[in-house]
């Protein structure tokens, strides 16, 4: 099993430039979730899913969009970038029924210039 | 305020002593996460309890419910155990989202 696949490990970006960021999973988990994290912050939720079809805000969701066309993969689209998406993003995965522990992927490191 | 809070927010150890990270939170919760994350890696999941207490190997994670707080303790520890330990409580309503704390850094000197 690969666990959860994150790509592309780094990325720097020109402000307003779009990209996405893939995530797929081959455990068959039905949640999967984004996270930034930022120096003395902890991880802050970006969009997650509870299944195929089904996608819902987090905390900052604002400049960020995802799809759930299928349960392996869950996309992370920038749209126009700017400096202050710059941040290390996290793509999640977990079975759902509270009774499964999180799968994360190694990260994106992107800077926005 | 933050929901998750951990304590203390750095520490610096030596090798071989007995170590404990604290986590309160003041949400309700379905369960409590531990999580670890070595410099510029990435997060791997230690624990997932919901009561009492699990152990895996030279870690120890502990919860009582009823005063919102969890331990997660070292035994015997070594300078590969440097990296920042994350608490996360999960949502009890049933979405699986997890609220973090930001973490805790330690440090093991040989």
């Known amino acids: 099993n690969a666990g959860v696949t994150q790509t592309p490990k780094f990325q720097v970006l020109k402000t307003g430039q779009s990209m996405t960021l893939q995530c797929a999973q081959d455990m068959n988990h039905e949640y999967m979730s984004w996270y930034r994290q930022d120096p003395g912050m902890g991880l802050r939720l970006i969009h997650y899913s509870v299944g195929a079809g089904i996608t819902d805000q987090g905390e900052v969701p604002n400049g960020y969009n995802v799809s759930r066309s299928t349960t392996e993969d869950f996309p992370l689209r920038l749209l126009s970038a700017a400096p202050s998406q710059t941040s290390v993003y996290f793509c999640?995965?977990?079975?759902?029924?509270?009774?499964?522990?999180?799968?994360f992927g190694s990260g994106t490191r992107l800077t926005v210039v | 305020k933050n929901e998750v809070e951990q304590s203390p927010q750095n520490l610096t150890a030596q090798e071989g002593e007995f170590i404990t990270i604290n986590c309160s939170y003041s949400?309700?919760?379905?369960?409590l996460h531990w999580l670890q994350q070595h410099p510029g890696g990435g997060i791997v999941s230690l624990f997932m309890?919901?009561?009492g207490k699990k152990k895996h190997g030279r870690l120890i994670a502990t919860i009582n419910i009823q005063e919102k707080h969890s331990s997660l303790h070292i035994t015997a520890s070594h300078p590969r155990d440097s990296a920042v330990y994350i608490c996360a409580a999960q949502d009890r309503g049933g979405s699986e989202k997890l609220v973090f704390g930001k973490g805790m850094k330690l440090t093991v000197n040989p």
């Open positions: 949400v309700g919760i379905s369960a």
């Open positions: 999640a995965s977990s079975g759902t029924g509270g009774n499964y522990g999180y799968t």
């Open positions: 309890l919901s009561s």
